[in-house]
């Protein structure tokens, strides 16, 4: 399996087998039931919904499927040499300790924002004759071309943006409560929803071929 939706519960920290500290993201993976299928991709529904606040026209599609109503539904990558079936469940089993995983959310909105903390200005004097102390400043590039360039960095909204950070590492499984630890963080608040994705350009640790060693040679400790 290629993917699997998931919800933020927090960070925490945990102790490897050596002694290290390690700071983990806990991510509550599934169950997901499978609720179509297409060539590439398998749709998938996540977290158990109420009827009350859910349309009518939601309520049909999940009866006739026979799956209970879903609040997260979105399309993940499908493993296809595997088959598939409606209503099949996939849980946090479908990743091991040693994968590494690409993982997409909604970033943390933060409003209205200035540009000395949105893009880190360095501000103007602070001496008391100044009157530009966070102020944007000029604007103009002259007479040509007389207008303000496109992308210039400005005040404005500042968050809420779709990020996917890659290549995390999964420290631990549990398949019995369908969590999974990843090392480092992930983006979004708690209970945020998520996209776990088995990563693209790093194979996991445990198929990763050991360093062959010349006759003669010792391995660098």
């Known amino acids: 399996m290629s993917g699997i939706l998931g919800k933020k519960l927090g960070m925490t920290q945990i102790f ?38 859910m349309q009518n026209p ?40 040693g994968d590494f995983v690409d993982i997409a959310g909604t970033t943390k909105g933060k409003g209205f924002q200035g540009g000395m903390k949105r893009w880190n200005w360095k501000g103007g004097p602070n001496t008391h004759g ?52 990843v090392r480092g963080a992930v983006p979004g608040c708690k209970n945020s929803y998520l996209i776990i994705s088995k990563a693209k350009k790093k194979k996991p640790l445990y198929e990763r071929e050991k360093p062959k060693l010349a006759a003669g040679k010792k391995a660098k400790k």
């Not at 309520?59 to 109503?69: M, R, T, W």
């Not at 303000?148 to 019995?176: F, I, P, S, Y």
């Open 16 to 53: 490897s087998d050596t002694g290290d500290m390690v700071s983990v993201t806990a991510i509550e993976a599934g169950p997901c039931p499978v609720l179509a299928i297409m060539d590439k991709k398998l749709k998938l529904g996540f977290d158990v919904a109420g009827t009350r606040t």
């Open 58 to 97: 939601l309520l049909g599609y999940f009866k006739k499927l026979n799956v209970a109503p879903r609040r997260y539904v979105r399309e993940v990558r499908r493993d296809l040499t595997k088959e598939f079936k409606v209503g099949e469940e996939l849980k946090a089993d479908v990743f091991k300790p």
């Open 130 to 181: 100044s009157t530009s102390h966070r102020r944007v400043g000029s604007l103009g590039s002259t007479t040509t071309p007389g207008r303000v360039w496109k992308g210039h960095h400005m005040a404005g909204h500042m968050g809420n943006d779709r990020l996917t950070v890659q290549n995390l590492l999964v420290v631990k499984v549990d398949q019995e409560n369908n969590l999974i630890l």
